[in-house]
Every structure is written in C-alpha cells, then in structure tokens.
C-alpha cells in the first residue's frame, strides 16, 4: 500500500504468461507491453493501451521497465532473462530456472553481477505453510520426505518435447525438489526411474517425455525423500502434497 505501480512488461502470452496477465492487472500494476513470437497472440492478450511486439530485445531496447515477466517455455529463458538482469531491470523467472545448466548458470551469473531481483516462480515459498513447517520442525532431525504431484496439465503445447522443457521430471518434479531443498537442505545424489506405460499422450504417443516417474533423493543430512510424478488426463482428479517424517512429528 502506498508504494507507486510497477511498469512491467510481460514475455510470452501463452496460458501462464496470460495468468500473470491478469493476476497483475489484479494488483495495480502497470503493464506496458507484451512480448510473442506469435505476435497476434500478443496483441490479443496485451491489455488496453499495451505495446505488443514479436521479439523481446526490441521490446526492451525501446521500453522504460522496473520488472519483466519471463514466461516462455524453458529452453527460452535465458535471453530475456540475462538482457533484462544485465540491464539492471528485475525478473520474475518461471520456473524451472531454465531448460540447460549452461543458461541456468547465465542466468544465476547475471542476476549475482547486478543489484535488480530475479525471482523464481516456485510460488510454494510465498506460502504460509512452508514457514510453518519450518517452525514446527525447529530443534528436529527429518528423516523422510513424500512429494507428490499427479494430476493433468494445463495447455503447454512445448511439454510433450523433452528438448523444449524437459518433461515431467524438470517441470513438474522440479516443484517437489525445490520444496525438498527448502525444508530440507541439499541433495547429494539422485535415482530417477520413469515408467513404460503412457497416461495421457494416448496410442499415438505424441511426445517424447515420459507420462510418470519416480525419483529417489538422498539428502547431506542423511535423510531421504521420494518424488512421484504423473500426467493424467484431464477431467481426472489430482493431488499435490508434500508430507515429512520427523523425529517428533509428521
């Protein structure tokens, strides 16, 4: 309250760049341009008054920004990302940071070089509920973690290509990692087996990701933590959970 709108601009209007669309028109802030390689997906999805453009180095070349979204698939991440950062200006990054460790580690680099915020969109850290853990956890040794993530995906046309956004594992487990880490501390070794039988790509098989996978985490503290990942179909129902077994509690 009382802080002037931020002029934002948002990178990649498909189903989560029109999410924050919204959700930022929600809050009062300034959107002043929108950026897509379709550029009339852009245009359709630029609010009254916005900008739209097809590729985001014009876009930042010729806008005055405080914040940009980054919302394209994850093997785009880092361009926007790296020339926003670079030019002081912060970032909202969705998740998984990026599709390769080389641009997850320009990225990471960027953002250490400079004084502008790169935010992450793991949205579970803004909850209440993982401070709670925390708190109640407090004085305690974990010995287990069970996440959990199985359900249908929402329009993501690039999830079913491995090269474009590293299939279930990267985004969607990634969640479950990321929640891991935070209650839990660092992971030294990892065991990931993926499933033969197709949920949700059908006889056709369209893709080439794996439908469901399971991941086994060994921590620095000894504890372990088990991650199950599924892509149902829609109309099924889904869960999402994250359970952890302490030495007093659970």
């Known amino acids: 309250p009382g802080l002037p709108a931020l002029r934002v601009a948002v990178v990649g209007t498909g189903w989560i760049g029109a999410e924050h669309l919204q959700l930022l028109e929600t809050l009062g802030q300034r959107i002043v341009a929108v950026c897509d390689v379709d550029l009339g997906r852009a245009e359709s999805a630029a609010p009254a008054g916005t900008r739209a453009y097809a590729h985001w180095g014009e876009l930042l070349a010729q806008e005055e920004l405080d914040a940009v979204w980054v919302a394209t698939p994850p093997l785009y991440h880092a361009g926007p990302a790296v020339a926003a950062l ?38 579970w850290h803004g909850t209440e509920a993982l ?75 369209e893709g080439d990701i794996e439908d469901a996978a399971s991941m086994l985490l060994e921590l620095e503290s000894g504890a372990l933590a088990t991650i199950v990942v599924a892509r149902t179909l829609p109309g099924q129902p889904g869960f999402y959970s994250l359970d952890v077994i302490a030495s007093e509690a659970r």
């Open 86 to 123: 670079e030019r002081g200006i912060s970032v909202y990054l969705e998740k998984p940071v990026a599709r390769t460790l080389r641009d997850a580690r320009a990225i990471v680099a960027a953002a250490e070089a400079g004084s502008a915020v790169c935010a992450v969109g793991y949205q």
């Open 131 to 205: 401070e709670l853990i925390r708190r109640e956890l407090e004085g305690q040794t974990v010995a287990l973690l069970i996440g959990r993530s199985v359900g249908p995906t929402a329009s993501r046309p690039w999830f079913v290509d491995r090269a474009a956004g590293g299939g279930n594992i990267l985004e969607r487990a990634s969640h479950q990692i990321d929640l891991v880490h935070a209650v839990a501390g660092d992971v030294v070794r990892v065991r990931t087996v993926a499933a033969g039988v197709l949920l949700a790509q059908g006889a056709g098989a």
